[in-house]
């Protein structure tokens, strides 16, 4: 499934600069053998309705990552950060932080790293408990386990774009649809720091061809503008959505020219600034 969605993704970058990104859809995942009935994978019905419900068509960190993977075969390991706060107050930067632990677990999957997938899952469990969002997340993280520790990978890249998505649904369940949008583009600005740092150290004019993506950034900052004024009022998301116009204005290259290489690095210190702020406790 992420081999298509990732050609789909690239395929996109390179030849559709007039509309957003178009939603994934998912398939069933494959179910550990010893995990009971409980922990199993969303079922395709349920992986469809959960995507159905949720309004943001932000490409998740999985397209991101297998978008890369393909031309660059990247060291996925050398791409980890140091752990950050279990116990950050602000629901706002809690969703933000949640996203982009998700990010996290994608980039511990590419590098087949049973004990990285493990620590991480723990961690998005505390995040989601912390937004009130855990019940069935629980469950997921039992089921992530297993997977981790019979080196099911492949299994494990949908048990994640399932978890997320059930995030989500939860979320909208409670009516929290801003949070939804805030856990989005948490794994966005992480996915995005990973690629674009891969880049800046491997250049070359197709991986540049990856970032160029102005129509998703306006997509993005829309979806910003429709959260509440409260939450666009946050100093953390009122920081992180002035660093987003900035990217902007860094990727909105003419269709078929690519990034340059000081570009890509102007990008990647845009991002690296919107995770310091992002994951940094007050």
């Keep these: 499934m992420f081999v298509r969605i990732g050609c789909v993704l690239v395929l996109f970058l390179l030849a559709a600069p007039t509309r957003a990104l178009p939603q994934a859809t998912a398939s069933p995942a494959p179910t550990a053998a010893a995990a009971p009935a409980a922990n199993a994978s969303l079922t395709g019905p349920e992986k469809s309705q959960a995507v159905k419900t949720d309004a943001v068509t932000i490409p998740t960190p999985g397209e991101l990552f297998t978008a890369l993977g393909k031309p660059a075969k990247p060291d996925w390991a050398s791409r980890y950060r140091g752990p950050i706060p279990m116990n950050y107050k602000a629901r706002p930067q809690i969703a933000l932080n949640l996203g982009g632990l998700i990010a996290d677990g994608f980039i511990a999957v590419e590098a087949q790293d049973t004990q990285q997938v493990k620590n991480i899952g723990g961690d998005v469990v505390k995040l989601a408990k912390a937004l009130g969002v855990s019940e069935n997340i629980l469950a997921r993280g039992n089921s992530i386990n297993q997977f981790a520790e019979n080196n099911e990978w492949s299994a494990l890249q949908e048990e994640l774009e399932a978890t997320q998505n059930e995030v989500k649904a939860s979320m909208q369940s409670h009516r929290d649809q801003d949070l939804v949008i805030l856990v989005s583009l948490g794994g966005w600005i992480r996915g995005t720091q990973v690629v674009s740092g891969v880049i800046a150290k491997n250049y070359d004019e197709r991986l540049g061809q990856i970032l160029r993506q102005p129509e998703l950034l306006r997509f993005i900052r829309s979806k910003i503008a ?31 020219q690519p990034l340059t290489a000081a570009e890509v690095g102007q990008l990647n210190e845009r991002v690296n600034q919107a995770m310091k702020e992002i994951q940094t406790k007050d």
């Design 226 to 256: 429709q959260i509440s004024p409260d939450l666009q009022n946050d100093p953390l998301v009122s920081s992180v959505n002035k660093q987003l116009l900035a990217i902007e204005q860094i990727v909105a290259k003419p269709f078929g």
